[in-house]
């Protein structure tokens, strides 16, 4: 039997005993490089320093490599990003750049795997800018595209669909559509921070077609999401629910449970820094007036 040389066998030793190194994946990396950009991004955008947050998140895009597939995390950061980049459009109400931005965006990454997300913005934002026919020339292409398996994703960007439609295409019908499956996909369990808001739309889409009960039922609904959600009940949507439903009830001549309605309305606005309380009052003198007692009504008409 020949014998190995003893060099060999040395190096051979080595290779078995010398650790590894540990290597990290494309993946890995990029979402790190991209979690950290929406981080400092976002901090950015609360701190209202729009033009810094929309570079940050510019320079991330442009750098993202064309030839990976991305894993789940770097998937959440990819949509969280772009999520925050429309937002960033929003507040700085500077949709003209964020706009050319998009469409010139090359990124295979995000084409390929952000589509959904990429039309619903873009049409979003045309919305925001005024340009309705783009608007929904976009939101059509979204609307034809798979609901994702992920209700949180489906509830944002239905409820992104739905509010094109309305305000750009002035389809109530489409609207509607799309605040029903995000209404389903709450119902099911989907979790979003857009719920209410959904829930609210959906009543006031229904009173608009006057489908009264419809209406009731999803006003019902939002009213019942913000008194169980603590972190919810702190915002605005809540009075705006409790009015939703106090004015469907007016439009209906029930003016007592309209009050009623609106009373909960008024005494959320008042602790809330008095969100509203003017439109409150001012339906508040409306109610009075149908039911024939002027001097109420003049009283809370001075009031608004």
Known sequence: MKRL?????????????TPHPTIS?????????LAAAYIESKNANQERRFDE?????????????????????LLKYLRLSLSEYKQIAINSRNFRQALQYLQTL?????KQNCLYELLAIRAHLHQMAGDNRQAVALIDSFAAMPNPDDAGRLMQY???????YFYSGHDIRKAITQLEKAAEA??????????????SRLGSYYQEEKNY?????????AIEFYENDSLQKVGNGIIMAYGGQSNLYLAL??????????????RYSIQKDSFGLSDLYRFQSEIYKNKGQSDSAAYYLHRA
């Open 186 to 199: 709450y119902r099911k369990g989907g979790i979003s921070p857009y719920t209410g808001r959904i829930l």
């Open 25 to 33: 994946t494309p993946n890995k990396q990029t979402a790190s490089t």
């Open 106 to 110: 090359q990124s295979p990454l995000i």
């Open 213 to 221: 009960r419809q209406a009731a039922e999803a006003n019902q609904a």
């Open 53 to 73: 947050s929309m570079h940050i998140l510019e320079n991330a895009f442009n750098a993202l490599p064309p030839d990976i597939a991305p894993d789940d995390s």
């Open 5 to 17: 040389p003893i060099t060999l066998l040395l190096l051979l030793s080595l290779a078995c005993c």
């Open 158 to 164: 239905s409820e992104m669909a739905g509010s094109v």
């Open 253 to 266: 001549n029930m003016y007592d449970r309209a009050l009623e309605l609106n009373r909960l309305a008024c």
